[in-house]
Protein backbone atom coordinates (compact mmCIF):
# COMPACT_ATOMS: atom_id res chain seq x y z
CA UNK A 1 0.00 0.00 0.00
CA UNK A 2 1.51 2.82 -1.13
CA UNK A 3 -0.86 5.33 0.27
CA UNK A 4 -0.51 7.57 3.43
CA UNK A 5 0.84 5.84 6.46
CA UNK A 6 0.73 7.11 10.43
CA UNK A 7 1.94 5.78 13.22
CA UNK A 8 0.99 4.52 16.20
CA UNK A 9 -2.51 3.83 14.93
CA UNK A 10 -3.55 4.16 18.79
CA UNK A 11 -1.68 5.52 21.37
CA UNK A 12 -2.97 5.94 25.46
CA UNK A 13 -1.08 8.23 27.78
CA UNK A 14 -1.65 9.88 30.97
CA UNK A 15 -2.69 13.45 31.28
CA UNK A 16 0.15 15.45 31.38
CA UNK A 17 2.11 13.55 29.51
CA UNK A 18 4.41 14.52 26.00
CA UNK A 19 3.18 12.45 22.46
CA UNK A 20 4.21 12.79 19.15
CA UNK A 21 2.57 11.12 15.79
CA UNK A 22 4.28 10.34 12.61
CA UNK A 23 3.08 10.75 8.90
CA UNK A 24 4.52 9.66 5.86
CA UNK A 25 3.01 11.14 2.72
CA UNK A 26 2.46 9.62 -0.52
CA UNK A 27 5.64 9.62 -2.14
CA UNK A 28 6.07 13.11 -4.27
CA UNK A 29 3.46 14.78 -2.98
CA UNK A 30 4.59 18.47 -1.36
CA UNK A 31 1.56 19.19 0.10
CA UNK A 32 0.73 17.63 4.07
CA UNK A 33 -2.41 18.49 6.15
CA UNK A 34 -2.52 17.53 9.61
CA UNK A 35 -6.44 17.38 10.97
CA UNK A 36 -8.70 15.95 13.99
CA UNK A 37 -11.61 14.14 14.19
CA UNK A 38 -13.87 13.52 17.24
CA UNK A 39 -16.34 11.40 17.61
CA UNK A 40 -19.45 12.46 15.10
CA UNK A 41 -18.12 15.15 13.45
CA UNK A 42 -15.94 15.91 10.55
CA UNK A 43 -12.28 16.70 10.52
CA UNK A 44 -10.92 19.97 11.56
CA UNK A 45 -7.89 21.57 10.19
CA UNK A 46 -5.46 22.01 12.28
CA UNK A 47 -1.78 22.86 10.01
CA UNK A 48 -0.49 22.76 6.40
CA UNK A 49 3.05 22.12 4.85
CA UNK A 50 4.17 23.19 1.46
CA UNK A 51 7.32 21.06 1.11
CA UNK A 52 8.92 21.81 4.23
CA UNK A 53 7.30 25.01 5.15
CA UNK A 54 4.24 25.20 7.58
CA UNK A 55 2.40 27.82 5.68
CA UNK A 56 -0.38 27.96 8.07
CA UNK A 57 -1.80 26.88 11.32
CA UNK A 58 -5.42 26.88 12.86
CA UNK A 59 -6.69 28.39 16.25
CA UNK A 60 -7.32 25.02 16.99
CA UNK A 61 -3.52 24.33 17.32
CA UNK A 62 -2.65 25.51 20.52
CA UNK A 63 0.88 26.27 22.01
CA UNK A 64 1.19 22.73 23.03
CA UNK A 65 0.94 21.34 19.63
CA UNK A 66 3.70 21.18 17.14
CA UNK A 67 4.27 19.91 13.80
CA UNK A 68 7.38 19.59 11.96
CA UNK A 69 8.10 17.97 8.49
CA UNK A 70 11.90 19.07 8.43
CA UNK A 71 12.60 17.55 4.82
CA UNK A 72 9.71 18.07 2.90
CA UNK A 73 8.57 14.30 3.13
CA UNK A 74 7.37 12.75 6.57
CA UNK A 75 6.07 14.95 9.23
CA UNK A 76 5.35 14.63 12.84
CA UNK A 77 2.62 16.48 15.49
CA UNK A 78 3.76 16.60 18.83
CA UNK A 79 1.07 17.49 21.26
CA UNK A 80 3.11 18.25 24.93
CA UNK A 81 1.27 18.19 28.70
CA UNK A 82 -1.76 16.53 26.92
CA UNK A 83 -5.15 17.24 28.51
CA UNK A 84 -8.08 15.15 28.38
CA UNK A 85 -9.52 17.21 25.66
CA UNK A 86 -7.17 16.81 23.11
CA UNK A 87 -8.29 12.83 22.83
CA UNK A 88 -9.39 12.12 19.16
CA UNK A 89 -8.43 11.10 16.15
CA UNK A 90 -5.52 12.86 14.79
CA UNK A 91 -5.69 12.69 10.54
CA UNK A 92 -2.89 13.32 7.92
CA UNK A 93 -3.16 14.13 4.57
CA UNK A 94 -1.36 14.67 1.17
CA UNK A 95 -1.70 15.83 -2.15
CA UNK A 96 0.58 17.17 -5.55
CA UNK A 97 0.14 20.72 -6.61
CA UNK A 98 -0.68 24.25 -6.30
CA UNK A 99 -3.94 23.59 -4.84
CA UNK A 100 -7.03 21.46 -3.64
CA UNK A 101 -8.62 22.31 -7.17
CA UNK A 102 -6.38 20.25 -9.20
CA UNK A 103 -5.22 17.13 -6.63
CA UNK A 104 -7.90 15.92 -3.99
CA UNK A 105 -6.44 15.24 -0.19
CA UNK A 106 -5.59 11.25 0.45
CA UNK A 107 -6.21 10.49 4.36
CA UNK A 108 -4.19 8.29 6.34
CA UNK A 109 -5.98 5.77 8.79
CA UNK A 110 -5.08 8.28 11.55
CA UNK A 111 -3.76 7.95 15.17
CA UNK A 112 -6.47 7.56 17.59
CA UNK A 113 -5.70 9.19 21.19
CA UNK A 114 -6.81 8.21 24.44
CA UNK A 115 -5.85 10.76 26.98
CA UNK A 116 -6.57 9.36 30.69
CA UNK B 1 -13.63 31.65 7.67
CA UNK B 2 -15.85 29.03 5.38
CA UNK B 3 -18.93 27.10 7.62
CA UNK B 4 -20.05 24.28 5.97
CA UNK B 5 -23.35 22.69 7.16
CA UNK B 6 -24.85 19.22 6.28
CA UNK B 7 -28.04 17.29 6.79
CA UNK B 8 -29.38 14.96 7.71
CA UNK B 9 -27.00 13.87 10.33
CA UNK B 10 -28.40 10.29 9.92
CA UNK B 11 -30.26 8.69 6.84
CA UNK B 12 -31.79 5.65 6.97
CA UNK B 13 -32.96 4.50 3.18
CA UNK B 14 -34.02 0.47 2.22
CA UNK B 15 -31.51 -1.40 -0.21
CA UNK B 16 -31.84 -0.52 -3.71
CA UNK B 17 -33.69 3.09 -2.60
CA UNK B 18 -32.29 6.23 -3.22
CA UNK B 19 -29.72 8.52 -0.84
CA UNK B 20 -29.44 12.72 -0.86
CA UNK B 21 -27.06 13.97 1.43
CA UNK B 22 -27.34 17.96 0.84
CA UNK B 23 -24.55 21.03 1.65
CA UNK B 24 -24.36 24.57 2.41
CA UNK B 25 -21.44 26.74 2.31
CA UNK B 26 -21.03 29.99 3.58
CA UNK B 27 -17.83 31.20 1.31
CA UNK B 28 -18.81 31.98 -2.32
CA UNK B 29 -14.97 32.08 -3.16
CA UNK B 30 -14.93 28.22 -2.74
CA UNK B 31 -14.40 26.21 -5.65
CA UNK B 32 -13.92 22.78 -5.03
CA UNK B 33 -16.22 20.48 -3.41
CA UNK B 34 -15.05 16.65 -2.62
CA UNK B 35 -17.24 13.65 -0.91
CA UNK B 36 -15.39 10.97 1.38
CA UNK B 37 -16.74 8.24 2.26
CA UNK B 38 -15.75 6.98 6.01
CA UNK B 39 -16.49 3.57 7.47
CA UNK B 40 -16.00 2.86 11.40
CA UNK B 41 -12.33 2.96 11.78
CA UNK B 42 -10.67 3.79 8.88
CA UNK B 43 -9.46 6.90 7.02
CA UNK B 44 -11.83 8.52 4.84
CA UNK B 45 -11.85 8.08 1.19
CA UNK B 46 -12.85 10.14 -1.76
CA UNK B 47 -15.80 8.84 -3.55
CA UNK B 48 -16.61 12.14 -5.59
CA UNK B 49 -15.94 15.37 -6.03
CA UNK B 50 -17.02 18.09 -8.25
CA UNK B 51 -15.17 21.98 -9.18
CA UNK B 52 -16.87 25.09 -9.42
CA UNK B 53 -17.08 25.27 -13.01
CA UNK B 54 -19.32 22.10 -13.49
CA UNK B 55 -22.92 21.97 -12.60
CA UNK B 56 -22.98 17.99 -12.02
CA UNK B 57 -20.75 14.97 -12.44
CA UNK B 58 -21.93 11.27 -12.37
CA UNK B 59 -19.75 8.25 -11.15
CA UNK B 60 -21.88 5.23 -12.02
CA UNK B 61 -24.38 4.98 -8.69
CA UNK B 62 -22.70 8.16 -7.34
CA UNK B 63 -23.40 11.72 -8.24
CA UNK B 64 -22.86 15.14 -6.95
CA UNK B 65 -24.96 18.26 -7.56
CA UNK B 66 -23.23 21.97 -6.99
CA UNK B 67 -25.35 25.27 -7.01
CA UNK B 68 -23.28 28.26 -6.94
CA UNK B 69 -26.35 30.64 -6.60
CA UNK B 70 -27.68 29.19 -3.94
CA UNK B 71 -24.20 27.62 -2.46
CA UNK B 72 -25.05 24.25 -1.99
CA UNK B 73 -24.34 20.74 -3.54
CA UNK B 74 -25.57 17.04 -2.69
CA UNK B 75 -24.61 13.60 -3.17
CA UNK B 76 -26.91 11.29 -4.91
CA UNK B 77 -26.39 7.32 -4.46
CA UNK B 78 -29.15 5.16 -6.74
CA UNK B 79 -29.53 2.00 -5.92
CA UNK B 80 -27.73 1.61 -2.81
CA UNK B 81 -26.69 -1.56 -1.42
CA UNK B 82 -25.66 -2.72 2.25
CA UNK B 83 -21.92 -1.46 1.29
CA UNK B 84 -23.11 1.54 0.81
CA UNK B 85 -23.78 1.91 4.56
CA UNK B 86 -20.83 4.44 6.03
CA UNK B 87 -20.28 8.34 7.36
CA UNK B 88 -20.19 10.29 4.48
CA UNK B 89 -18.60 13.61 4.56
CA UNK B 90 -18.82 16.98 2.13
CA UNK B 91 -16.29 19.49 2.01
CA UNK B 92 -15.67 22.60 0.44
CA UNK B 93 -12.40 24.16 -0.23
CA UNK B 94 -11.70 27.98 -0.38
CA UNK B 95 -8.52 28.95 -2.60
CA UNK B 96 -5.87 31.47 -0.37
CA UNK B 97 -3.41 33.77 -2.18
CA UNK B 98 0.13 34.16 -0.69
CA UNK B 99 0.26 30.38 -0.38
CA UNK B 100 -2.14 29.82 2.59
CA UNK B 101 -3.63 26.48 2.99
CA UNK B 102 -6.71 25.92 1.13
CA UNK B 103 -7.54 23.01 3.10
CA UNK B 104 -11.02 21.17 3.22
CA UNK B 105 -13.72 22.63 5.81
CA UNK B 106 -15.59 19.54 6.32
CA UNK B 107 -19.91 19.16 7.31
CA UNK B 108 -20.41 17.26 10.82
CA UNK B 109 -21.27 13.99 8.46
CA UNK B 110 -24.15 12.04 7.47
CA UNK B 111 -24.36 8.18 8.49
CA UNK B 112 -26.23 6.07 6.05
CA UNK B 113 -27.79 3.56 7.05
CA UNK B 114 -28.56 0.85 3.99
CA UNK B 115 -31.45 -1.62 5.77
CA UNK B 116 -31.97 -4.93 4.25
Known amino acids: DTGVSQNPRHKITKRGQNVTFRCDPI?????LYWYRQTLGQGPEFLTY????????KSRLLSDRFSAERPKGSFSTLEIQRTEQGDSAMYLC??????????????FGNGTRLTVT | GENVEQHPSTLSVQEGDSAVIKCTYS??????FPWYKQELGKRPQLIID?????GEKKDQRIAVTLNKTAKHFSLHITETQPEDSAVYFC???????????????FGKGTHLIIQP
Open chain 2, 27 to 32: DSASNY
Open chain 2, 91 to 105: AASTPRTGGGADGLT
Open chain 1, 49 to 56: FQNEAQLE
Open chain 1, 93 to 106: ASSLGQSSYNSPLH
Open chain 2, 50 to 54: IRSNV
Open chain 1, 27 to 31: SEHNR
